[in-house]
């Protein structure tokens, strides 16, 4: 499964919708994303599975890469 997290990138920063970025994981389970990108030091905000129509909108944006940790 294919997931989209929306993330800071440090511990420290408080949530603002305009320094919010995205990256795609590929995973088991939420948890097993989260495990994956642990070490990077992210302020995660959120983490949606991405699936059907929505997969494939998010595929044809230019900057879709799916990390595979």
Known sequence: MIFKVYYQERLNEV???ENTKTLYVEGESIVDVLTKIADRGYNV???QEVKGAYLEYEQ???DFKV???
């Open 60 to 62: 044809q944006n230019e």
């Open 15 to 17: 949530p603002v919708r």
């Open 67 to 69: 990390l595979e940790i």
């Open 45 to 47: 905000e959120f983490v």
